[in-house]
């Protein structure tokens, strides 16, 4: 019998692609999507969908044991800028569902957890170019506190009670499907839609803020590969760094000029650039690569192509 999967948090930005990407591989009925509000048509139409909250361990495990679960990709989260507003609530979601799905997995009702982390694990003092996978983690963000304590629970559970929790540091991700939500790295998927809307863009960011950021393609494809990696493989059981590109709201503007040659940018940063500046520039990714044969496949220019051939329907 093929193994049954839950998505919590499916109607998210990676979510959606997450779920319609299982589907495709594993057959519809075998990814249970799960959200606390409803999604796209896409997402609803092709398979089973469940309302549940994530920070209820009950609506969890009625899911886990009414569709016979085996695995459980928690995407549910409160992303960094929101957190900075609603601390409490973010770490209650973020820590919170967490618990519930490594408590199933030690009791034996799921076999396998995939929990995202983030490059907001890093702080001010962490290096800042190509910040290696073991390094100085003093996050100074509500979010990266609950990435940071997630990811030594995730190693904690997998060491004391053998459970299967893989996890990757994502950088911000990019992608036309589905919107991002409260994060910091948002600017980089709103500036598409706006050059393609208005062809002028005022970025949160200051124009030489450096980020780590990652198609959403190579995101989907890095979690899959994870997944399916022998155990033996995964050898880091708190979380993967992972890196594709490296770019400055300038350079990505520069980009989409390459195509849209009116398009203008401005800068007006806001708290959010407090938050980009505690983050590393680019991130070393050599073990992800070594362990379980992680490679990228999306530049700048690639990317770029492709977010704007993916939204010009939606603007034309
Ligand atoms: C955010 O900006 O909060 C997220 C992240 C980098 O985890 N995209």
């Not at 009625?62 to 569709?67: F, G």
């Not at 907001?120 to 702080?123: E, L, N, P, R, S």
């Not at 990228?296 to 034309?316: I, N, R, S, V």
């Given at each position: 019998m093929a193994s049954k999967i839950l998505i919590i948090g499916a109607c998210g930005q990676i979510g959606t692609e997450l779920t319609m990407a299982l589907r495709n591989k594993v057959g519809n009925d075998n990814v249970i999507a799960s959200d606390i509000r409803e999604g796209s048509r896409d997402l609803m139409e092709s398979g089973?969908?469940?309302?549940?909250?994530?920070?209820?361990?009950?609506?969890?495990?009625?899911?886990?044991?009414?569709?016979?679960?085996?695995?459980?990709?928690?995407?549910?989260?409160?992303?960094?800028?929101?957190?900075?507003?609603?601390p409490m609530k973010g770490w209650e979601l973020n820590m919170g569902s967490l618990f519930h799905v490594l408590n199933l997995a030690k009791e034996k009702k799921i076999t396998r957890i995939f929990w995202p982390s983030s490059i907001?694990?890093?702080?001010p003092s962490t290096p800042k170019i190509d910040t290696p996978q073991t390094t100085v983690m003093e996050p100074s963000t509500v979010y990266g506190i609950s990435k940071q304590s997630g990811e030594r629970w995730c190693e904690y559970y997998h060491q004391?009670?053998?459970?299967d929790v893989r996890s990757i540091r994502y950088p911000g991700l990019i992608s036309y499907k589905t919107l991002p939500g409260g994060g910091t790295t948002d600017y980089a998927v709103e500036i598409y839609h706006e050059a393609l809307k208005h062809k002028k863009y005022t970025s949160f960011l200051k124009e030489d803020t450096e980020l780590p950021m990652m198609f959403m393609d190579d995101a989907i494809k890095a979690t899959i590969q994870l997944m399916e990696a022998p155990s033996e493989k995964v050898k880091v059981r708190s979380?993967?760094?992972?890196?594709?590109?490296?770019?400055?709201?300038?350079?990505?503007a520069a980009a989409i000029r390459e195509h849209i040659p009116e398009f203008e940018i401005d800068y007006a940063p806001d708290f959010r650039q407090a938050i980009a500046d505690s983050w590393p520039s680019s991130i070393d990714d050599a073990q992800a690569r070594e362990d379980w044969g992680w490679s990228?496949?999306?530049?700048?220019?690639?990317?770029?192509?492709?977010?704007?051939?993916?939204?010009?329907?939606?603007?034309?």
């Open positions: 089973p969908f469940e309302i549940a909250d994530a920070t209820s361990f009950e609506s969890i495990e009625n899911l886990v044991i009414q569709h016979e679960i085996d695995e459980v990709y928690l995407m549910a989260a409160m992303l960094s800028a929101t957190a900075e507003k609603f907001a694990v890093f702080g004391k009670y053998g459970v979380s993967y760094n992972l890196a594709a590109l490296n770019f400055t709201p300038e350079t990505l990228h496949d999306f530049d700048l220019e690639k990317m770029t192509f492709e977010m704007l051939a993916g939204l010009k329907d939606t603007y034309q």
